[in-house]
């Protein structure tokens, strides 16, 4: 059995909140609680759950842009949270990430050409002439046409900028890319062209993705499987095809009961949650979710309910199956 690309245990990120004259630490923004996850070389992890869950702070964790307060990110058997900055430079090259924002994320001052060469000589690689030859390469990948090289960022839509936002990530021909809600920002449209461009250089270049999103038919196209967090917390993870027809969690049933379905003859039971998402400064004792759950047990309320193997390939924490 091959050796997973990336393995995530038990994952914290705890963020201190200090207050008080001599800022003393009060407490703790949890915003990351025990996630452990691998994902496979060549496969698409879909992370998906309501905004402020943790997602982001997830992939910016693994790539080691937060620190992490506690857990272990093994990158081919490697774990990053013990290295420095300079030995985690060479490996940085391999990681990339994309960002949500396309317009804020690329540098307005800077020309496309400017943007593109500057990872390239920050890691010193390349001749001059072979910078500039990596530059016309990237854009035409990413079906932009060479001669854009001197425009700047505000010259461009949102679907092109994101383009050349995916032009920076393929800089050293990565095996792992972190997309942290790629498309959110764009139209419909410009949504599912810059998904199949992001589809294509998977092909052409055996690329895995972390895709962190909150629209769950996006990730349904996209993913091969599929993560659910709430409040920081990992609480169901399978099989695209099989979370999707069958899932377990009562939060996954919540979340896929709103999503639309485009045949008005199939009626679909709506799952409305009650009260607001717990505050993460305090999160509730026992099960996250169990202050929302409509089938919520005594024990949920004191005891935290561990990842269970429920149908082959499909995990979810909940005493319901335990």
Do not use: W
């Not at 992370?47 to 620190?67: A, D, H, N």
């Not at 500057?118 to 002439?129: D, S």
């Not at 993560?227 to 009562?250: C, F, N, T, W």
């Not at 409509?294 to 561990?306: A, G, L, N, Q």
Request: charged content about 25%.
């Amino acid at each position: 059995m091959t050796e997973p690309l990336l393995e995530v245990e038990n994952l914290k990120k705890y963020f201190p909140i200090k207050k008080g004259l001599f800022r003393r630490t009060r407490g703790y923004v949890k915003a990351v609680d025990d996630v452990s996850f691998q994902l496979e070389e060549g496969e698409t992890l879909g992370l998906v759950g309501e905004s402020g869950c943790g997602k982001s702070t997830t992939g910016r964790t693994i790539l080691q842009l937060l620190r992490p307060t506690s857990g272990r990110v093994l990158y081919r058997g490697q774990d990053l949270t013990g290295l420095n900055f300079q030995q985690l430079r060479p490996i940085r090259r391999e990681m990339q990430m994309i960002f949500q924002d396309p317009y804020s994320s690329l540098n307005s001052r800077m020309t496309i050409r400017n943007i593109l060469l500057e990872p390239m000589k920050i890691h010193g690689l390349y001749t001059k002439k072979e910078r500039e030859e990596r530059v016309e390469e990237l854009l035409e990948l990413v079906g932009l046409d060479r001669g854009v090289a001197d425009r700047y960022p505000h010259e461009f839509s949102g679907g092109q900028r994101q383009r050349i936002g995916i032009a920076r990530a393929l800089t050293f021909q990565p095996r792992l890319i972190i997309a942290d809600e790629p498309v959110s920002a764009l139209d419909v449209s410009v949504q599912a062209q810059v998904l199949n461009l992001l589809q294509e250089l998977q092909e052409t270049f055996k690329l895995t993705y972390l895709f962190i999103a909150h629209d769950l038919s996006v990730v349904k196209h996209f993913s091969t499987r599929v993560g659910v967090m709430y409040l920081g917390r990992l609480v169901e993870i399978a099989d695209k095809r099989r979370l999707y027809q069958s899932p377990r969690h009562p939060y996954t049933q919540a979340l896929l009961s709103a999503v639309p379905v485009p045949d008005p003859e199939i009626k679909r039971e709506r799952i409305v949650l009650s009260g607001d998402v717990p505050n993460p400064k305090n999160p509730p004792e026992g099960c996250a979710f169990h202050t929302r759950c409509p089938e919520c047990m005594e024990i949920c309320r004191v005891e935290r309910p561990p990842m269970i193997e429920v149908e082959p390939g499909q995990f979810t924490a909940c005493h319901l199956y335990s």
